[in-house]
Nanobody
Framework: QVQLVESGGGLVQPGGSLRLSCVAS????????MGWYRQAPGKQRELVAIIRAGSGPNYADSVKGRFTISRDNAKNTVYLQMNSLKPEDTAVYYC????????????????WGRGTQVTVSS
């Protein structure tokens, strides 16, 4: 079973920046999609950004031009650089991976991190 470990959340003022990281456990050989979701209080979880193997990134309109997603396949790690943060970006951010090929020729359809809090407030 793949585990995702997140880091980088915290409190930041409007206009500030944060960088989130998420690494998949060592049992992972290949991953199709790696991305970030977020869920604010009283709202449904929404896709923030995703990057698939051999492809470029896709972003929610609300973060386009401010956030940058990237991945390091050798480290099974995905990053989310968040700039020009706004109060409406406040949410729990969850790392997600899909289409995971594991050691022993096994497959896992998806995995979630436990979430990290991002709070944007003055």
């Amino acid at each position: 079973q793949v585990q995702l470990v997140e880091s980088g959340g915290g409190l930041v003022q409007p206009g500030g920046s944060l960088r989130l990281s998420c690494v998949a456990s060592g049992s992972t050989l290949r991953i199709n999609g790696m991305g970030w979701y977020r869920q604010a209080p009283g709202k449904q979880r929404e896709l923030v950004a995703i990057i698939r193997a051999g492809s470029g990134p896709n972003y929610a309109d609300s973060v386009k031009g401010r956030f940058t997603i990237s991945r390091d396949n050798a480290k099974n790690t995905v990053y989310l650089q968040m700039n020009s943060l706004k109060p409406e970006d406040t949410a729990v951010y969850y790392c997600n991976a899909d289409g995971l090929q594991l050691r022993g020729a096994s497959y896992q359809s998806g995995a979630w991190g436990r979430g990290t809090q991002v709070t944007v407030s003055s």
